[in-house]
């Protein structure tokens, strides 16, 4: 999957795109399945938020699951990356992210780059990739443009 040049450009302005449908429902099926079965599996930490529960975490799937391994390296997700970004990249970690159906709270504000012991990096990145619908009244992702520099 190629971007059209309009997309990298938007992107490089506003500091976000949305690319839908990167992954078939197969795949999709297949990831979200493990996924659940790692998230049941294992203690995940309670990410809060000052309304209450924001959402359950688990750090670094893909050292534990091939799946998920396979998921953080899909060549399609990576091609996107390195064309928005303009140049190869590594990858720094994958996580696991669970919100529930009824009674999670919004997701606080922040921004994810300057957590990254690697902000410091040229370009950074983050993929956020949804295995389930999820609507505004369950917090979808949003994004706040970029102040002009």
């Excluded at 659940?36 to 209450?52: C, F, I, K, V, Y």
């Excluded at 529960?53 to 534990?64: F, H, I, K, N, T």
């Excluded at 396979?70 to 928005?84: D, F, N, S, Y």
Aim: net charge negative; glycine share 6%.
């Amino acid at each position: 999957m190629a971007l059209q040049e309009r997309e990298v450009t938007q992107y490089r302005t506003d500091g976000y795109l949305k690319v839908p449908q990167v992954l078939t429902p197969a795949e999709v099926a297949e990831f979200l399945e493990e996924a659940t079965a790692m998230l049941r599996r294992h203690d995940t930490l309670q990410w809060p938020s000052e309304a209450g529960r924001g959402m359950d975490w688990g750090a670094d799937a893909e050292l534990e699951s091939r799946l998920m391994r396979r998921l953080a390296l899909h060549p399609e997700v990576t091609a996107i990356a390195e064309q928005l970004a303009g140049r190869p990249l590594r990858l720094f970690k994958s996580e696991l992210l669970r919100k529930e159906q009824v009674g999670s709270a919004p997701t606080p504000v922040h921004v994810d780059e300057g957590a990254f012991p690697i902000s410091g990096e040229p370009v950074t990145l983050t993929a956020w990739v949804a295995l389930v619908d999820v609507p505004a009244e369950r917090g979808c992702m949003t994004f706040a443009e970029r102040a002009p520099s």
